[in-house]
């Protein structure tokens, strides 16, 4: 198939048109209506934060920008976290170096818990027993014990909201992903590639105070490691663009790189085994921060999602580098292949040959609300959205979500605070994805294929320390 010379702007707007469908519904689901955010603003939710450290500050930063809620409350065993956080969200909130004082604080209705992932559950725990609503970072809990007595505490508690920090469940782009899936694009989803690599990766903070806890991320006493830190978000994507969740999983850790008195692994990777042969690799690596997605425009982490007819290539990114996303059309889809190739041949003749010729090799964007034609444009803003859409079809320009998702994920926490909503990323997902962390990292070390049913025996009394292999 010859290559178009030039793409013209017709062509732009046709392929626009294929790709529509995926950013159709979606305007919805970026964030709350304006009208309900007005009101929420007169009644902000009066929260509190539980570890103020470098994520509790982050959000903080972003919390600070978000009127449907007002931080009454910090805590923190280190004054210094406390200084930092009172200096980032301004005011006058009230400080506690104990948790449990912060939460017998009658203003305080909701509590952010960002403490490291060893301290996840107690918090949650008894700020669900106090009654507050809870917005826990992930991964939710650390140990088997812990899955079951949440899974049974939360479910008594329907009235109160519990979400995790899975910001790609708030992503525009991701759920742009998810809906071309949802509708066919892709085909029969059978692989996810996700990647999170660092060079070099975590270093050892040394002669800082309480150092071990400084660097509880390095210690498998506190942490989960880069499992539980990195691989948490993305076997979430892949359990929510697969539809499923996995039954098993297998890998191989080690510490080879940094060893400077860690005992938790830098070179990791991961082959989870889903229903229907489907299949997510998830690797980490200490040696390079090289991603092939998006045409290498983005490092460290993203993911590649894969069906019968297409691809997708989807990463997060930070607050200089909104989400994007592309995709690719499969050249050879296994099935109506001549029918694929009749359409075409038809509307290369009609059209210039655009979605043919880039089947495969050129990326497509994925169009997010702000790029749809509605009809209801002036003349200006139509010129400008075909302008965009001609832009992302040279390759020049790549679609970018507007809004960083965590501020998407905080606004809707405080929305389903308000108006009792289920959050995107509740229970159920915050769960699975401890689950996934938890069996991950006993693959790892243990050397086996662990199958997904073990958790149900596991940290539960008379369980045996090594569950048998079921399944
Ligand atoms: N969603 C995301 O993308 C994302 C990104 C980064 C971190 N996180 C999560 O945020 C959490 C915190 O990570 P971090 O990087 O901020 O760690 P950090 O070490 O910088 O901060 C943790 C803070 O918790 C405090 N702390 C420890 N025990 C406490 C207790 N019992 N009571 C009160 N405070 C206590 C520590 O003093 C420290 O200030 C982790 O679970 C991590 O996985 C999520």
Partial sequence: MAEPKEITRRD???????????????????GAPAILKARAAADPVKYGMVGTGSRGTYLLKHLKGI??????????ISDDALDKAQKTIGGNPRRYKDYR??????????????????????????????????FCEKSLVFKPEEVHALKALAHSKP???????????????????RQMIEKGLLGEVGFVQAQWHRNP????????????MANWRLFREYSGGLVAELA?????????????????????????YMKDGRDIFDNVQLIYKYPKGRRLVWTSVPCSTHWPGVGGARTEMGEIIEGTHGTIHITIGDDNNRPIGMWFREPNPPSKAEEAKKA?????????????????SRPLPILLSKDLMTGKESFLEKELKYARLWLYQKGILVPEEEKNPVDT???????????????????????QDSIAVILSNLALDEGRMVYFNEIENMGKPGAPARPARRG
């Fill in 12 to 30: 732009a707007i046709k392929t626009a048109g294929a790709v529509a469908v995926a950013g159709a519904a979606i305007t919805k689901l970026e």
């Fill in 67 to 76: 009127d449907t809620g007002a931080c009454v409350a910090i805590c923190d």
């Fill in 101 to 134: 004082e912060l939460l017998s604080d009658k203003e305080v209705e909701a509590v952010f818990v960002t403490t490291p992932l060893f301290a996840h559950f107690p918090v949650t725990r008894d700020a669900l027993e106090a009654g507050k609503h809870v």
């Fill in 159 to 177: 009235k109160q909201v519990l979400q995790v920090g899975l910001q790609r469940r708030y992503s525009a782009m991701y759920q742009a992903a």
């Fill in 201 to 212: 990766g975590w270093k050892m903070k040394k002669g800082v105070p309480n150092e071990r």
């Fill in 232 to 256: 948490s978000h993305q076997i979430d994507v892949a359990d929510w663009m697969l539809g499923m969740t996995p039954e098993a999983v297998m890998g191989l850790g080690a510490l080879d």
């Fill in 344 to 360: 075409a041949k038809k509307e290369e003749f009609k059209a210039g040959a655009t979605m043919v010729a880039a089947a495969g």
């Fill in 409 to 431: 994920a905080l606004e809707a926490f405080f929305h389903d605070t308000r108006t009792g909503g289920r959050p995107k990323a509740d229970l159920e997902i915050g769960l």
